[in-house]
């Protein structure tokens, strides 16, 4: 019986020194590590500069003279809606945004909103040069959704939304102006963009976007008569900027 126990003894010591060593080499193979990983998600907001090319359409409709008698009313009753303006736009942006994002693996989604001043402006002959039918838009505000995919630092997103603006319209004989009106459109607006995070806080971005003003009518009266004008804006923009981002730093993905 006393050797029995010696001999278990033995061979409990045996194994002890034995799985001791198996731990020991274990140990000292290096723990799989993938790298720090950047996050997307978080509060941001930035600033962008940028140029500005589109097009507006006038048109005239709708006419109406209360003192002019029935027969002048029947006749210009008759008179179908009129172009009387296409011509281009385009000058520089500049301006400011907003935006939230969230991160789900690769895939990066979120909300971004911008207000935008522009030196935007275009005009063309009424008739003759002398008199020329003029168009600025003042400022634009967008308010959008984002989608995009992340590789790392670098995002691919594209973003729709809504868009509004502020248009003023003129007409000037030799430089000087007799008509101005100014009006609130409301549109929409799409586009694509990459950006690149050069540490974990500043974001670099370049992005393209088309905006579509709709159209907007106003009345406008002149003495006895007054006729309907119709204005269409759209443009497209391309521009650069840069983001701050609160929170979200680098994290260490999971072993």
């Known amino acids: 019986?006393?050797?029995?126990?010696?001999?278990?003894?033995?061979?409990?010591?045996?194994?002890?020194?034995?799985s001791a060593a198996d731990l020991g080499s274990y140990k000292d193979e290096p723990v799989a590590s993938y790298g720090p990983g950047f996050s997307w998600a978080g509060l941001y907001i930035g600033g962008s500069a940028g140029f500005g090319v589109g097009d507006t359409q006038k048109s005239v409709s709708n006419f109406d003279c209360d003192q002019c008698g029935e027969g002048v009313d029947r006749l210009l009753g008759s008179i179908p809606s009129l172009s009387i303006a296409d011509y281009d736009l385009n000058g520089a942006i500049y301006g400011a945004h907003i935006g939230y994002n969230f991160q789900r693996g690769n895939i990066v989604f979120g909300v971004e909103a911008g207000i935008n001043g522009t030196e935007m402006d275009g005009s063309s002959p009424l008739l003759t040069s002398l008199i020329t039918a003029n168009t600025e838009i003042d400022w634009y505000a967008t308010a959008t959704a984002r989608l995009g995919y992340a590789s790392g630092k670098t995002l691919f997103y594209g973003f729709g939304g809504a868009a509004w603006a502020d248009v003023k319209d003129s007409v000037k004989v030799a430089g000087f102006s007799i008509y101005e009106d100014e009006s609130s459109?409301?549109?929409?607006?799409?586009?694509?963009?990459?950006?690149?995070?050069?540490?974990?806080?500043?974001?670099?971005?370049?992005?393209?976007?088309?905006?579509d003003l709709g159209e907007e009518t106003t009345t406008i009266g002149i003495g006895p008569l007054s006729f309907d004008k119709t204005s269409e804006v759209e443009f497209d923009a391309i521009k650069v900027g840069a983001s701050y981002k609160?929170?979200?730093?680098?994290?260490e993905p999971l072993k």
């Open 1 to 18: 019986m006393y050797r029995v126990a010696l001999l278990a003894a033995a061979l409990i010591g045996s194994a002890s020194v034995a």
């Open 185 to 211: 459109h409301l549109g929409w607006t799409a586009g694509l963009g990459i950006e690149h995070a050069i540490s974990d806080r500043f974001i670099v971005r370049v992005e393209y976007s088309h905006v």
């Open 246 to 251: 609160f929170g979200g730093r680098e994290h």
